[in-house]
């Protein structure tokens, strides 16, 4: 399991990945999943979905969300800024798609194609303007036709400044011993409340979610460097080496020695836009 951190205000993100898999978190930006193959469970405040091939998965800024790998998947996601298009940031600011899911989005070529155009010019040996036009233009295309595949409505109610104390701050402190009682005094919430947003909004635990932040940076620190297993597990915040052991056996379906050696092709974020 991953988890997102916040881009560069003024940046395209994109991604070929093979694991859509990331922890619960929220951000300013949009984000656009086309699954080209394969099949994940997605989470969006109370609401949970199957994005099956051929399906797109389109997140507003400001909504929480995560992603749980289920079949071998290739998928394309996009992560891009709201202002990036002022013909539309009125629309990202009030609105949310009643359904995060578009069903057989893929199947119009204009939306395949239009996501692929956008990572394809992060190659372009074009000028940065005439790239910079050309990548809004399809941006246009590619929210004209999700737009007309799906519905919106009304922005709800939700506290997300304190979603989003709690969530950087369990980021920030997760290789630590840190309770439930010690986030929430140290937060000044009722312990209570928090694990009513974890449970209604994340839809796990506060522990299960501290368990995921480690293991995703063991699996990082698995792949980028020879650091030793033992060593690993106290780092990203394990009492011992077996109950690392046994944790990532259960979220990576795998022990660390086999997720170390097997060999799988990196998912590279790369950029695709910068501000000029």
Known sequence: MNFFFENPKHEIYGIYGQSLAYAPHLHNHLELVGMIE????????EKVYEINSGDAFFIF??????????????????LFPMDILPEY???????????????GALKNR???????????????????SYRDYLTKGYLLI??????????LEDTPHVD??????????????YK?????????????????????????KLHLSYSDYIRSLRISEACRLLT????????????????TPRTFNRAFLKYVGRTPREYRYQKKRPETIITIMEDH
């Open 38 to 45: 394969g099949k994940a469970m997605a989470y969006v405040e």
């Open 61 to 78: 800024p400001n909504q929480i969300h995560h992603y749980e790998k289920i079949a071998d998947e290739n998928y394309i996601l996009l």
């Open 89 to 103: 940031t009125s629309v990202f600011q009030s609105k949310v798609p009643k359904s995060a899911l578009i069903p």
């Open 110 to 128: 204009h939306v395949l194609r239009s996501m692929q155009e956008i990572l394809a010019l992060k190659d372009s040996t074009e000028s940065g």
């Open 142 to 151: 590619l929210f004209g036709q999700l737009f007309a595949l799906s519905e």
């Open 160 to 173: 997300v400044q304190t979603v989003k104390l709690l969530l950087d701050y369990c980021i920030g402190h």
């Open 176 to 200: 630590e011993e840190i309770s439930l009682d010690q986030v929430a005094s140290r937060l000044h919430l009722s312990k209570f409340y928090i694990s009513h947003l974890f449970s209604q």
């Open 224 to 239: 980028e460097t020879s650091l030793g297993i033992t060593e690993i597990s106290y780092q990203v915040g394990f009492p």
